[in-house]
């Protein structure tokens, strides 16, 4: 993927994000659920996910918002599908949510600019989630993060 491609899927990402399709309320907060069970819990109790207000600083999207949506969205996969915060959970997690979001940017963008998005969305979680597992720590700069694990191409 070179740069340009990079860019090209982040805006389609944000534009797929932007049609709020999800349905998804949330809130923002610095101290969030941090269990599977706690966020199932919260979420029964408000019907609104609680998303992590840190962190926006080096992610991929161009403003935080982007980024607390995305976060909702990940964790109403985790809950519409029952599946926790371990490491396999996590991986099955990013695909549904890729999978999903390649089906319905489908009406959108070529199937080149779809992939480029899922394969975004797989660095964003898998990628991600994989890197605290090996390092014990979450990554310091997730943009650069993303274009190294993309083998991002200045052309």
Excluded: W
């Amino acid at each position: 993927m070179n740069i340009i491609e990079y860019h090209r899927a982040v805006k389609s990402l944000e534009f797929m994000l932007d049609l709020d399709c999800y349905n998804v309320d949330y809130k923002i907060g610095y101290n969030p659920p941090s269990t599977y069970k706690s966020m199932v819990r919260s979420y029964n109790q408000h019907n609104y996910f609680i998303v992590f207000e840190g962190g926006c600083d080096s992610t991929i999207f161009s403003n935080k918002e982007y980024n607390y949506l995305f976060r909702a969205i990940h964790d109403k996969v985790h809950y519409d599908n029952k599946l926790t915060f371990s490491l396999k959970d996590e991986r099955s997690v990013a695909l549904i949510q890729a999978k999903d979001f390649y089906k319905r940017s489908k009406p959108f963008f070529n199937k080149k600019i779809r992939y480029n998005i899922y394969k975004l969305i797989i660095c964003e979680i898998k990628g991600q989630i994989e890197y605290y597992q090996r390092f014990n720590k979450y990554v310091d700069n997730q943009k650069e993060f993303t274009k190294i694990f993309l083998n991002v191409i200045n052309k």
